[in-house]
């Protein structure tokens, strides 16, 4: 590993970086421990001591020491600078930074930067009422929740991108570093281009501990750890060390290398568009967890060991001594010199911090929100199809959508804001057409008989969901627009992540001072009934499930029907701020519904009667009920099964596009009013719902309604093979004759009238499950089963 | 990277290696293309063709290059080998040679080796009532389906771990090595003892393309490769080329030696105990996708391109140049020199078999529960808390349970089949007393300042859940036992594993012939309500929900609410086979209400009602129901209240363990009946429950009782922090006060007799809110609550 061997500082210079430093210790102690005395004025007593101690020591001194560093070289250089912090337990480090440079008061101006503010400072943090311990959407600076392990450096990557002149300096944590999701995301290099996107500069914090154990990188020795990050494509630096003064100097001459070598790989690139991909500078600092701290408590090390994860002493409310060990550590960062008697930062601190938005607790980009502009949105007339009557077509949803996010991505190509991401899916997916105007971010070897690569590429694919999901989040985070397109199934790999970028939106929902970001979009395409070929494996509708437990605030859920709707429904997201939005629609070719007036006012109202399949004039006998592309075809099949079998049944057709309208208007912003719910779905009529997923969902959102005790849901129970796409719907009795029967089952009297039909029903299935074991695929008349037009129908 | 130059073969085994090589090829296009004519006796016609081509070509022929030359080295060595496939889309090559060894026909005699067994097997393949198109556990031979790429790694590790006698031949997909999971497996090898566990041979199989993209590892150039491979441990080995005959002489020689230092490092730690970690030797073979496939298809590269990752020959039954093409693709391997006229593999190939459980097809570790021996369970009532009556202790449930894990551990040293996994919180949950008897398993460097590191230690802690749950299932798989602690929120990054594990179960428990393994059990402790110290990000109990999905045969779902329960829980799901067990349980201190007799018998039934704590003999006025530790605090803490101020409501306290007993008995098998459900939470009356999670899932699993109108939960609503515990409950309204006003708003006519007492519980919750918000901790009479002793409880 390189080591820069200059001592750059003058001996004044280090004396006001350790002073900063010693400052930022300062302010993180005395979060963690203290209720008031911030200062120090009196001799600690017990009553300044917070009754439950909560907050993480160990990572927070090396963070500090990064953060007086990437000041001065931010003040040197006049550098844009983002902070994204993967040990984000290190929260105290991020407060105290902050409220040192200002940016923490002017957000908060109920805590200034004097001992009143320092107290309240102290106060609030992991208090009841005050901030989280972690670093989280309160703390100005930040776009990067540290709660969870390992997407610093895909958040970090996704910031930069078509930010060409901003760096992120990303910490990630050598605990972190052993999850999965963070030792892909090193590979993020070879989708950089150095001309038009900023960089990344990763710093691998190896103090060496987790919670318990030592990490494994801290633990392979160098020449293996060497290799490893060379193997990721990085040239690493090695600052080492546990003497300050030694640190501070191979600290601040390797900075002045990196970035060096960062504006050197741009220069190069811009000056020779093909010059090949460049190792990118890192730095590896090794230094002692809970660096400063207690070195040794109760006879045991405590200092450079994982004792020093979270809070080193922990009875200094029960122990004098350990009351009086805290005092003594506190005081050795001699706070008299780094604070004046109204608790101002001195000025030879102040003096240390960049101007303005050039705080990394200022910086614009991460209040992306304040940076964002709204995408041009082509109309949608261009790109909708002709849908002369219900049952139109066939045409392939996505394919159609892909034509449009080509327009999208290329009406807004010189505002340079939007960017698609997919697992190696997106022409699997059918967006294919994107290719016509850019191509697939790409900076490593190219051979001749490749297609769409470029350095320049504004679609994103890597065969990690996890990397992808850490770009398109960093990048909205930063205020641009995105477009997520997965295979269903496997969008599970990211819960977890989602998890935390809807506990971040609800929370930056109450913070005024945050501007709201471009929601984060799901097309969830390839779905459940569509994996036929790929088989149980690739079955899965729960990511609904998943995310409707999140704020209802912030979750939306769509089920386009049909080609025209997914249109709507996607530009209507595309606009969004601050939801997740989770489309869920096929790509084989099926038939439209609805024309494109008629599919937008569907998807605004979100629900509705489709009246030219429904033969309910006045009282309907029976609602039947669809959401999803699949269920809905099934729906209409059975529907012109009973109005030929049955003609004197009244059936009601409805449609849900908008899921979460199914729930109560008290518990979701989109939820229906019950007198609404009751006159479309009635209080007393059986309903039966084909539904996309698993089938107690819509259960779930309904069981409030009068009329739920009526509610008879089909749906994904998890019977699932490589077979045909009938068989698919016929083993989860989500199939037209199932359906068609369980109104049989459910019209009080119908039975006993339907008795040859309902056989009949019962003989189709057995013939069509015949035909496909002999066959090996559906019989024609379900393949091309049009819907019957009526006459009157919408034309 | 390492290249072997030797030439070890004569001509005669390069043509009789190559001749079984051209076998699997033949067979593996014959299940993906034909339904009939499968040794291609006439020529071939459109109806021979498959309506719709299901399988995956590009990975295939380098699937069974490995497995003809793996044969070779188990029968030279006598190998114990398994053969782990991560691009498990390669299905038809598994099906191929487990059909040619002999094990497929042995598991399955329908489809025999044979002509007639032949044509079966093409025909059964992605087809309706056949065998999925990926790696499946319909496959003998395969503990690892292949649909979600990114575990193969992971797997084969948990599968070696104390079978110090197998070597797993491990594919990595380069495709699969760009997801976040596989990325972090490879540090696997620092937890590996080579005295007393077997060995992994990671072969990366650098076929250079995805679905629609190349990969990154194949382009980012040899050195770097080199690099990160080494980084990660290993000594890398290169097979490349297109040349058959090459390939075959260089694979050879490069197993002999891998296989050669295997057993040296094997060796080496043998003799010597304290010898230090050395490199594994790995593979990395370069072979084109698509190999031998078609070169060109209508004008376009296919061989070697991602083109051929599926169906190279899309058109066969439209186009008869595509027919032909195929015709001449398949006749290219000269099946007649490999199959006599009855379709028996010719004796050259037989030859070449190993033998009995040596074929990789009939290795019984692939087959766990044939080899799986129960655990050794000692006795509860060493280990049982004293609860002389309800509300003793206080306990810490997860610490006594660690004295249970402790002695199971020790009581099943010998058999070396138990192992403990978790992301570095082992001891963090409080299971710590397992360091007594064995290490955490650590393979790197040590220092003098560690503790309980050993290189045969039986915990397994890596901060990568998706790494601890791949092992786990490996070694489940193989059958043995396990233990998976978690953070809650944190098991989401393992839901799409679950998915997967879950899907095997399915259909494993359908194959007669695969015997069952132990279950999957996993202890989510440091649960939603204990987080108040990590704050929202650490606050999510929806894995609960994510399960429940799953088919209700092999999801269990248990809440003991202390720590006898607890116990009696971990004992009856460390005895089953074939579930995944989730246990959420506490790991603070907190007051036990069951002693070890009461404890068994509730978890026996899963719920019943807790008579000490009910005054309703004859009818209840009310039903309290809970669910999970902190919820029946709350609710009992609720009846104390209630109790005391309106002494002449009835109240009917009723606990629920097992989660699944709530649903009806025709959706779970441990659902209770009807009579038994209404029996204890009545049909008419309302029932108040206070359950552990996301409320939704209680109304979920009883939307069909009776009673369910009547039945109002309060849970977890997403209203989380860095607070102190009893403000967590405030804020999802599920404290103790709460639960006493909906026992008012919902018994008729109590709100009129309780105006008082109402406003009692209004003024404490805003009483304990301000001390709270001022204090920073909850008041002593919440902190240090307990249940009054009644006259005749129990004793």
């Given amino acids: 590993m390189e080591q820069v061997a200059d001592k750059p500082l003058t001996t004044t210079e280090v004396a006001a970086l350790d002073a900063y430093w010693r400052a930022a210790n300062y302010l993180s102690v005395g979060q963690i421990y203290l209720l008031r005395n911030a200062l120090l004025t009196k001799p600690l007593q017990v009553e300044d001591i917070k009754p439950r101690l909560l907050g993480h020591w160990g990572t927070t001194p090396g963070l500090n020491m990064l953060y007086v560093h990437l000041n001065r070289v931010i003040k040197q250089r006049d550098l844009n600078m983002m902070y994204v912090i993967g040990p984000g337990h290190g929260g105290p480090a991020i407060a105290a930074n902050t409220w040192l440079e200002g940016s ?12 009143h503010g320092m107290n309240h400072l102290f106060r609030q943090f992991s208090f009841p009422g005050g901030i989280p311990s972690h670093v989280a959407p309160e703390l100005p600076g930040s776009i990067h929740e540290g709660g969870e392990l390992g997407y610093s450096l895909s958040h970090a990557y996704g910031a930069v991108l078509d ?40 710093i691998l914090h190896l103090n060496g501990y987790k919670i318990a154990n030592p990490t494994v990188l801290a633990r392979i020795g160098e020449d293996e750890l060497t290799d490893l990050l060379q193997g990721y494509g990085y040239l690493p630096y090695l600052v080492a060390g546990d003497d300050p003064e030694l640190v501070h100097q191979s600290l601040a001459a390797t900075l002045a290398r990196v970035l060096d070598e960062i504006a050197d790989i741009q220069n190069e690139a811009k000056a020779d568009p093909n010059a090949p991909r460049r190792a990118w500078p890192m730095i590896v600092l090794r230094t002692p967890k809970g660096w400063t701290g207690p070195h040794e408590v109760d006879g045991v090390l405590v200092e450079g060991t994982w004792r020093a994860h979270q809070v080193p002493l922990s009875g200094v409310r029960q122990s004098p001594e350990h009351l009086a060990l805290l005092e003594e550590w506190m005081r050795s960062y001699r706070p008299e010199e780094l604070f004046d008697e109204t608790g101002t930062p001195v000025p030879q601190l102040l003096d240390q911090v960049p101007d303005g938005d050039r705080r990394m607790g200022s910086n614009p980009h991460a209040n992306g929100g304040l940076l964002s502009r709204d995408l041009e949105l082509p109309d949608l007339s261009a790109y909708a199809v002709d849908v002369p009557h219900p049952g139109s077509g066939p045409h392939e949803p996505t394919r159609v959508l892909g034509g449009y996010l080509r327009d999208v991505m290329q009406a807004n190509k010189q505002e340079r804001n939007f960017r698609v991401f997919g697992p190696d899916e997106t022409a699997s997916n059918r967006l294919g057409a994107l290719y016509e105007v850019t191509g697939k971010a790409w900076n490593a070897a190219v051979l001749s008989t490749d297609e769409h690569l470029a350095v320049d590429g504004r679609v994103m694919e890597i065969l990690s969901e996890h990397t992808c999901q850490g770009w398109l989040e960093g990048y909205l985070l930063t205020g641009r627009h995105g477009w997520f397109s997965c295979y269903e199934a ?81 530009a209507h997201c595309l606009a969004s701020h601050d939801y997740i939005n989770v489309i869920v629609a096929g790509k084989q070719p099926q038939a439209s519904w609805l024309d494109q007036e008629s599919a937008e006012l569907h998807c605004a109202r979100g629900l509705g009667v489709w009246s030219w399949a429904s033969n309910d004039e006045g009282e309907p006998d029976v609602v039947m009920a669809s959401a999803g592309d699949v269920p809905t075809l099934e729906t209409l099949a059975a529907v012109s099964l009973l109005r030929e079998h049955l003609p004197e049944l009244k059936i009601r057709v409805v449609n849900v596009v908008d899921l979460m309208r199914l ?133």
Same sequence: chains 1, 2.
């Fill in 104 to 115: 923490y008061s002017e957000t908060y101006p109920d805590v200034p930067r004097d001992e």
């Fill in 163 to 202: 930010n060409p002149d901003l760096v992120v300096a990303c910490v990630i944590g050598d605990g972190e570093a052993e999850t999965g999701p963070l030792a892909a995301s090193w590979h993020s290099n070879k989708f950089i281009d150095p001309r038009t996107d900023g960089a990344v500069l990763p």
């Fill in 490 to 570: 496997f969008v599970h790999l990211v819960d977890s992540m989602v998890n935390q970028h809807a506990k971040w939106l609800k929370v930056t929902r109450k913070l005024a001072w945050r501007r709201p970001i471009p929601s984060l979009n799901y097309l969830l395409t390839s779905h459940v009934w569509q994996q036929d070929h790929n088989g149980f494996s690739h079955q899965d509708p729960g990511f609904i499930d998943h995310v409707v437990n999140k704020k209802a605030e912030v979750i939306r859920v769509y089920l386009p029907p049909d080609t025209n709707t997914l249109l709507a429904t996607a």
């Fill in 663 to 795: 729930q109560p208007a008290a518990e979701h912003p989109h939820g229906l009013a019950d007198a609404e719910y009751d006159a479309l779905f009635t209080t007393d009529k059986p309903v039966i719902f084909a539904y996309h997923g698993y089938p107690w969902l819509i259960h779930r959102l309904t069981y409030r309604r009068t009329g739920h005790d009526n509610l008879h849901v089909r749906g994904y129970k998890e019977e699932g093979t490589t077979t045909t796409p009938f068989d698919m719907v016929v083993r989860n009795d989500l199939d037209r004759f199932h359906l068609a029967m369980d109104v049989i089952d459910r019209v009080p009297g119908l039975a006993q009238r339907a008795v040859g039909f309902r056989q009949w029903l019962i003989d189709q299935r057995a013939r069509h499950h015949a035909y496909i074991l002999e066959h090996g695929d559906d019989l024609p008349e379900v393949r091309d089963w049009h819907w019957p037009v009526q006459e009157g129908d919408p034309s």
